[in-house]
């Protein structure tokens, strides 16, 4: 059985300094996919040694800005280097029109095959060997998480949802679960905590996995998540870029 590559590309929120906005790569048995791809993403895929324009399907996990800015990137460097020149972009029906239209402002996109495919709660997709499955997130718009099943390997991904039991459920057992920790926990009972997560309610989100991930920081998050990484065990709180190997 082949190993299963996992990257944190992205790891901030929308306005974080120094972090790129979300992105989370996934290759198995030689196909590979992206769930949300922020601004800099193709850079730290590039920068780690993974050509962005061999990435041939991206799942946009909601229409919020900085979960799709670094597509237009990709679609441009896949018309630059006129390579594999096709992409399989997958999201929720109400983000699909900001997705094509970011497609077609790019140069020369044409020369591309694209081809959309929409998803709601309940979709289940194949990329090569890898199955997914695709469960309601609670956020401030149409969302979505998804659980990836490949080869013996399952990862979690939550995107951007406030605590969900149905990610509690499908992270018990996973190798990786993925959450977003948005807030810090003295922001709990927030109006931001109606579709974000604490730190402290990440922790617990993700308890039930080997190992929890904590994603989607922000500057103020990031200091508490890292405070409590020391404490709490199986969890981390990475840099953009990291990587993990499941076999
Ligand atoms: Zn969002």
Known sequence: MSCTNIMVAGTGNALHPYRS??????????????VDVGCFV????ARK???PYEVDHVIVTHGHTDH????????????FAQKNPKINLYTVPGAMGLLKALVNSVHYSQILETTYHEVVPGSRLSI????????EAKHSVEAISVSVHAGDAKIVISGDTAPNEVFREESKGANL??????LTSDQEGSREAQWHTTVASAI????????????HLSPDSEKEARELQNTQGKIIVPDDGVSFKLC
């Open 68 to 79: 799709y800015c670094g597509l237009q990137q990709l679609v441009f460097l896949k018309t």
């Open 42 to 45: 193709p850079n730290i895929l």
């Open 21 to 34: 906005q979300v992105g989370v790569f996934i290759e198995h048995g030689g196909d590979m996919f992206l």
């Open 204 to 215: 617990r989100q993700v308890s039930g996995s080997d190992l929890g991930v904590l994603y």
């Open 177 to 182: 679960a993925i959450h977003e920790a948005s």
């Open 49 to 51: 040694g993974v050509e």
């Open 128 to 135: 090569g060997s890898m199955r997914i499955n695709v469960f």
